[in-house]
Antibody, heavy 121, light 108 residues
Framework: QAQLVQSGAEVKTPGASVKVSCKAS????????INWVRQVPGQGLEWMGW????????EYAQKFQGRVTMTTETSTSTAYMELRSLRSDDTAVYYC???????????????WGQGTMVTVS | EVVLTQSPGTLSLSPGERATLSCRAS???????LAWYQQKPGQPPRLLIY???SRATGIPDRFSGSGSGTDFTVTISRLEPEDFAVYYC?????????FGGGTTVEIK
């Protein structure tokens, strides 16, 4: 069964960077795209971008361009999301979510990580 | 950017009742590239519906989706206790991918 397990909660000061990991299991990592979505506590969902597990291609939401970098490490089936120049309004739960479609980018999120709380204070 | 507006914000119903949730898009969502997710407190979202009307794997048939263009609906035919949660719609026709603000289905 496909599963995504994320790294633990982080507390950062304004201006710092955070790197969240997302380890995949139960499926072939290189066959799918991984998306990153964040959620401010008590609020809605915000898409940040995606990365292909196959070739590392990325697309970032314009809002995060220049501040976010998504990478993968295929040897460990792990995706990473680094966000730089953190501000207090970056305080949120960050989720990785696997695309539904093999070798595609349907942008429908069928498998989710448990979430990583990032606090900027 | 496609803005998704969900209504109502909160729906107060009793178990066994029918729930109808709406999602309206600011621009046409072609080919019905619209999905619905359910989220319970402290959990990640769970995919319910994609392509406007296709149920995801393992989703009970009391959940159904419909709509096209700019107006979409998810219906829960008979609410079970585990269905009380927040529901989000998401469009995936154009970047940036966007979500609606959510509808909370609460126990009356």
């Amino acid at each position: 069964q496909a599963q995504l397990v994320q790294s633990g909660a982080e507390v950062k000061t304004p201006g710092a960077s955070v790197k969240v990991s997302c380890k995949a299991s139960g499926y072939t990592f290189t066959n799918y795209v991984i998306n990153w979505v964040r959620q401010v506590p008590g609020q809605g969902l915000e898409w940040m971008g995606w990365i292909s597990g196959y070739n590392g291609n990325t697309e970032y939401a314009q809002k995060f361009q220049g501040r976010v970098t998504m990478t993968t490490e295929t040897s460990t089936s792990t995706a990473y999301m680094e966000l730089r120049s953190l501000r207090s309004d970056d305080t949120a739960v960050y989720y990785c979510a696997r695309d539904m479609t093999v070798f595609g980018a349907s942008h429908v999120f069928s498998v989710w990580g448990q979430g990583t709380m990032v606090t900027v204070s | 950017e496609v803005v998704l507006t969900q209504s109502p914000g909160t729906l107060s119903l009793s178990p066994g009742e029918r729930a109808t949730l709406s999602c309206r898009a600011s621009h046409s969502v072609s080919s019905s590239h619209l999905a619905w997710y359910q989220q319970k407190p402290g959990q990640p979202p769970r995919l319910l519906i994609y392509a406007a009307s296709s149920r995801a794997t393992g989703i009970p048939d009391r959940f159904s989706g419909s709509g096209s263009g700019t107006d979409f609906t998810v219906t829960i035919s008979r609410l079970e206790p585990e269905d009380f949660a927040v529901y989000y719609c998401q469009q995936y026709v154009t970047s940036p991918l966007t979500f609606g603000g959510g509808t909370t289905v609460e126990i009356k």
